[in-house]
């Protein structure tokens, strides 16, 4: 048994393991899989019916989950310090879970703007076809007081934000929520709870991609909500089951896998991204490197009191007068970083960020494009060689 005096690392070694049955007890959860629950008795049958309306976490139908999943979720409380974990067959679908769990037709939401792509581009009309209201911000102002509105119900942010890393000054936002009323929702999948726990800097609910960082090997795709709130994890888990969200149980098995590796491949990644973002700072080609670990990055102060570390991810704007073809030319040079959407797996990969992704104003406003790098587990020494003759044969 292990308790919050222990590491977190040591913690993750001890969640969710399977019990001892006759004295023994496999080392990895097996994979359960049903659709059909039997029951022994009615008796059982209405029991374990009403313990799941009381909000119990009992399975009586196979879309409930199982014991691989219950493993998860007590791996993914762990993380982020949570009593309540649903599992979602995405972190999109994660996202767009607390969205319609949250908000009815008429209210308002408040979005970072700088948050994943996916929230403005498909999840926001969504909400729009609901009679959902949105307002983007700007993180790096503070709390929106300007846009808040009678029927603003929630406020979303992600820490740190995608492609380029803006730190959310959470507990602002968590003293904002509060004093209006509001409830607080905080993306979480550059962390997977390793590095920062929303849920202990005001926030209400935490959200993750387990996708990435979680699953680790690129052969999953699954998301994560945690609260502590009793009465937000039953709205949640209503809005859940009406919506028919299940995740398979070899996917559960594989992110409960990963999450044993979670600490050791992350601190990996994050060693290899801060010797790239350090290497990209001494190339001609670059204007600007963005990474929250570097010391003139404008969220390190943030990022040094929030957090525990960084992970893989880096990113960097091209010098002025830099196309975007050159852009695609760079990365198409590359031999080691493949090109690809997502990232947290063992591989490293490239990405020019889409200009409908970037701010577009503030100082993260850029002339030229910015590519996304995610820092493998390869010899960073050779991933640097590879972004060097990127850099040589197509920018000299």
């Not at 309540?84 to 908000?103: Q, R, Y």
């Not at 994943?116 to 911000?137: C, H, Q």
């Not at 730190?167 to 590095?195: C, I, K, Q, W």
Request: charge should be negative.
């Amino acid at each position: 048994m292990t308790d919050e005096r222990t590491a977190l690392a040591t913690r993750l070694m001890h969640a969710g393991l399977a019990g001892f049955e006759n004295g023994a007890a496999p080392v990895n959860m097996p994979v359960v899989r049903t659709s059909t629950v039997r029951f022994a008795s009615s008796a059982d049958y209405e029991r374990l019916h009403k313990q799941r309306h009381d909000g119990e976490d009992v399975a009586t139908y196979g879309r409930h989950g199982t014991a691989t999943h219950r493993a998860l979720e007590a791996v993914i409380g762990e993380l982020e310090g949570a009593a309540h974990a649903l599992l979602a067959p995405s972190g999109a679908s994660a996202i767009t879970l607390v969205f319609l769990a949250l908000l009815s037709p008429g209210d308002h939401v408040l979005i970072q703007d700088s948050v994943y792509g996916p929230v403005r581009e498909r999840i926001e009309p969504l909400l729009a076809r609901f009679g959902i209201a949105a307002t983007y911000f700007a993180a790096q102002d503070g709390p929106p007081r300007h846009a808040l509105r009678a029927t603003t119900r929630l406020v979303y942010v992600e820490s740190p934000s995608s492609f380029l890393y803006e730190v959310v000054d959470l507990p602002a936002f968590g003293a904002f929520a509060r004093e209006h009323g509001l409830l607080l929702a905080a993306d979480n999948t550059y962390s997977a709870g390793v590095l920062h726990r929303p849920l202990e800097h005001g926030a209400h609910i935490s959200i993750q991609a387990t996708t990435k960082y979680i699953g680790g090997h690129s052969d999953i795709m699954q998301g994560a909500v945690a609260t502590n709130d009793r009465a937000l994890a039953l709205r949640l888990r209503d809005t859940h089951d009406a919506l028919g969200l299940a995740v398979g149980a070899d996917d559960a098995y594989l992110a409960l896998r990963g999450a044993r590796t979670l600490g050791v491949r992350l601190a990996q990644h994050a060693r290899h991204a801060l010797a790239i973002a350090e290497y990209l700072q001494t190339e001609s080609a670059v204007a600007r490197v963005y990474h929250p670990a570097l010391p003139d990055d404008p969220s390190h102060a943030l990022w040094r009191r929030d957090f525990q570390g960084a992970n893989g991810l880096v990113s960097f704007a091209f010098a002025r007068g830099k196309t975007p073809d050159a852009a695609r030319a760079f990365v198409d040079a590359l031999r080691l970083f493949a090109q690809g959407a997502s990232w947290g797996g063992f591989e490293s990969l490239a990405l020019i960020a889409p200009a409908s992704r970037l701010r577009v104003h503030g100082y993260f406003t850029e002339d030229a494009p910015v590519v996304r790098l995610h820092a493998g587990l390869e010899d960073p020494a050779d991933l640097i060689d590879d972004l060097r003759r990127a850099f040589r044969l197509t920018c000299t």
